[in-house]
């Protein structure tokens, strides 16, 4: 069964910032991303890496500000997120991909969501 338990979620003053982390296991994987959604509005990449750890890929709204990399001894993949924006508020998902590149063009599996609010 596949599984993926993100953590890391909470509320930060602009400019500050989080650290998401995504525990994923159950099957192999080629890629994990995270994306996110507002009420109201289509779920969106933010950012995506193969599980390899050699290739990464940012929306563009996110780069220079978001890192994501890849805890191989705790085979997490974690979202460091700097300089947050109250327009960064969402609810952010870990999702994975049997496709081995992070422009994967499906996620089959997702996680539960965890809320991160950025107040002005």
């Known amino acids: 069964q596949v599984t993926l338990v993100e953590s890391g979620g909470g509320l930060v003053q602009a400019g500050g910032s989080l650290r998401l982390s995504c525990a994923a296991s159950g099957r192999t994987f080629g890629a994990l991303a995270w994306f996110r959604q507002v009420p109201g509005k289509e779920r969106e990449f933010v950012a995506g890496i193969s599980w390899s750890g050699r290739t990464t890929k940012y929306a563009d709204f996110v780069r220079s500000r978001f890192t994501i990399s890849k805890d191989n001894d705790k085979n997490t993949i974690d979202l460091q997120m700097n300089g947050l924006k109250p327009e960064d508020t969402a609810v952010y998902y870990c999702?994975?991909?049997?496709?081995?590149?992070?422009?994967?063009?499906?996620?089959?599996?997702w996680g539960q969501g965890t809320q991160v609010t950025v107040s002005s």
């Open positions: 999702a994975a991909s049997s496709y081995s590149s992070p422009s994967a063009p499906q996620f089959e599996n």
